[in-house]
């Protein structure tokens, strides 16, 4: 499914800045895959999100989706089968427009031309879709995205997001800038609809129990490597204390920052 | 007067309606229009000149307008340009395209030609007050022209463009170019102001190559104006209708400060700081509005 074969990011090359963001990361995920990553501060998750989905251009290395090389292949054109969604809610959906006009601009991924293609029918279709979500967005179709809190829209935004059926999604934290009740529906709601669509889903957390408690794949990073991995029966037996063990004696030292990784969120 | 005041409202209207998509729609703040303006003046009168089909006329102004915007966009999405500068750079060398278009000169009177108005005129004269004539007409322009805005931002493609303004990143997570979406958008955005451009000068009865000077100023302060008086919609139809609004209360405002300023020893040459000093109340009334409508959800939630 998606590849990445000896890639590294450095940023700022040749000056004093210098910063290798992430080095010599190999991984393959594949088809059905449910990877949750957990890593400090600055180990590279994000950065490891943000080259996968195109934003960042590898310094070197390449990134094979399905055996296609996508290494320089422009953020936009792989929005069409890679979906994403962002720590920030707002970033899913537009404020100044209505619920409908929101699902109707991600109903289909790909340039949009001069068709009309929301009618009544559309209209049901969405509203029955919404259902799903449970929150009575059903009836407020017509409200402006700015009426809506963060976890709806989070909610919405993953919602619309597997309904373009991407063949693979990015999580970066999206439950983490929600308050604890709305994190809790929204990764309820995530790992339903990886597993009634059979999503290959990769997930970024800061919650260690999240990532244990989810998925079948799991990565530890630090300082821009992937340093732990752990799938199928062997993550299943995985502790918060074992992670942590795991980590001290990987590098030989502590998390620097145990507390954000095992707060509840 | 009061005609006069609907009539050069609803004109400068379109040029209102092509700020709106740039400033407010595509969040792109344009300043090519002070160049797209005149351009659009210049080319329909140079077509009335040499006897062109005059709604032939229009569409090249448009066509006009659309390259200028084009160009901005272009500077801006190539080169890394920031916005403001890509529009005063196509604005700048607009300068001296429209004074060739004009025939190396800065001012070209079209005064006893035959234009568009002049043939409407002829045409309805005696059936309606001379008068009401040029109203009407403006008024069917203006109507047409915002019906086919409205519908163009409820296609997928306008929609898309609507959330451009509103969030970037949601564009390009849907697979759509960004770059594209805004070279469309400011294209658009300034063939309406050339259009304007055009009916402008069959207006006056001169094409000039200074027509151009502060439009924006005037663009922004009547979409603000029409921001004000009505309340926020998420209704493409209510923003646009707002758009002609508030060019038409600009203008009342204008012809006001142009005929009774003298009162305050006001001169027309006082008009712009007027504009300007307009645009800043405006500002300090939508963020004091801003602010109350804050407070008072802040107690209803208490």
Redesign the interface.
Same mark, same amino acid.
């Not at chain 1, 422009?74 to 054109?77: C, I, S």
């Not at chain 1, 707002?90 to 209505?98: F, V």
């Not at chain 1, 289909?108 to 929301?118: H, M, V, Y």
């Given at each position: 499914m998606i590849a990445l074969k000896n890639v590294s990011i450095v940023f700022n090359q040749g000056t004093v800045n210098e910063n290798q963001a992430l080095s010599n990361i190999n991984l393959s995920v594949k088809e059905g895959d449910f990877v949750t990553i957990i890593g400090s501060n600055g180990a590279g998750k994000s950065t490891l999100f943000n080259m996968i989905a195109g934003s960042f251009v590898p310094t070197q290395g390449s990134i094979l989706l399905n055996d296609r090389d996508i290494t320089r292949e422009?953020?936009? =054109?792989r929005?069409?089968y890679i @979906?994403?969604i &962002?720590q920030n809610p !707002? !970033? @899913?959906?537009? *404020? /100044?427009? *209505?619920l409908e006009? /929101?699902m109707?601009?991600?109903y =289909? =991924?790909? &340039? $949009?031309?001069? $068709?009309? *293609?929301?009618n009544n029918r559309m209209r049901d279709f969405f509203r029955s879709e919404l259902v799903h979500l449970n929150m009575g967005l059903e009836n407020r179709m017509k409200e /402006?995205l700015a009426m809506f809190s963060g976890g709806q829209r989070q909610a919405l935004t993953l919602l619309m997001m597997v309904l *373009?059926k991407p063949a693979l999604i990015l999580l970066d934290e999206h439950t983490a800038a929600l308050d604890p009740k709305n994190a809790q529906i929204v990764l309820e709601l995530t790992n339903k609809f990886i597993k009634e669509f059979n999503l290959t889903a990769m997930m970024i957390t800061h919650n260690m129990n999240h990532a244990i408690e989810f998925g079948n794949r799991l990565l530890m990073m630090d300082k821009g490597e992937i340093i732990f991995e752990a799938e199928g029966e062997a993550k299943k037996e995985l502790t918060v204390e074992k992670l942590i063990a795991k980590f001290h004696d990987l590098r030989h030292k502590n998390f620097e920052d145990d507390k954000t990784l095992l707060s509840d969120e | 007067m009061i005609e006069g005041i609907l009539v050069e409202g609803l004109i400068y209207g379109i040029m209102v309606l092509g700020v709106f998509i740039t400033f407010r729609v595509l969040d792109f703040p344009d300043l090519t229009v002070d160049g797209s303006f005149p351009l659009g003046a210049a080319l329909m009168a140079q077509c009335i000149l040499m006897g062109t089909n005059l709604w032939l006329g229009l569409l090249i102004a448009f066509i006009g307008g659309v390259i200028a915007g084009v160009v901005t966009a272009l500077i801006h999405n190539h080169l890394k340009v920031p916005n403001l500068l890509a529009g005063i750079l196509t604005m700048t060398m607009l300068y001296s395209i429209n004074i060739r278009v004009l025939g190396n000169r800065a001012n070209v009177p079209i005064l006893n030609q035959e234009t568009i108005l002049s043939q409407v005129s002829d045409r309805f004269s005696g059936l309606i007050p001379d008068e009401y004539i040029l109203l009407l007409f403006f008024i069917i322009v203006a109507i047409v022209i915002k019906v086919l805005i409205d519908l163009f931002f409820r296609t997928d493609l306008g929609l898309t463009m609507g959330a451009m303004g509103n969030n970037e990143q949601m564009v390009i997570s849907q697979g759509v170019n960004p770059k594209t979406l805004k070279t469309i958008g400011v294209g658009l955005s300034n063939g309406l102001v050339a259009l304007s451009g055009a009916f402008a000068a069959q207006y006056l009865g001169f094409a000039d190559v200074g027509l151009g000077q502060g439009i924006i100023i005037s663009g922004l302060a009547s979409v603000m104006i029409g921001e004000f008086l009505v309340m926020k919609s998420n209704r493409i139809g209510v923003l646009t209708f707002c758009a002609l609004m508030g060019s038409i209360i600009f203008h009342a405002v204008v012809y006001l400060g142009r005929y009774y300023g003298y009162v305050i020893k006001m001169t027309p040459n006082d008009l712009n700081l007027i504009k300007g000093i307009l645009i800043i109340i405006l500002l300090v009334l939508t963020q004091s509005r801003k602010l109350k409508k804050v407070a008072l959800k802040a107690m209803v939630d208490k």
């Open positions: 422009p953020e936009y =054109k929005a069409r @979906g994403r &962002f !707002l !970033l @899913g959906t537009a *404020s /100044n427009m *209505s006009d /929101n109707m601009i991600t =289909k =991924k790909g &340039f $949009k031309w001069l $068709k009309r *293609s929301l /402006n *373009s | -």
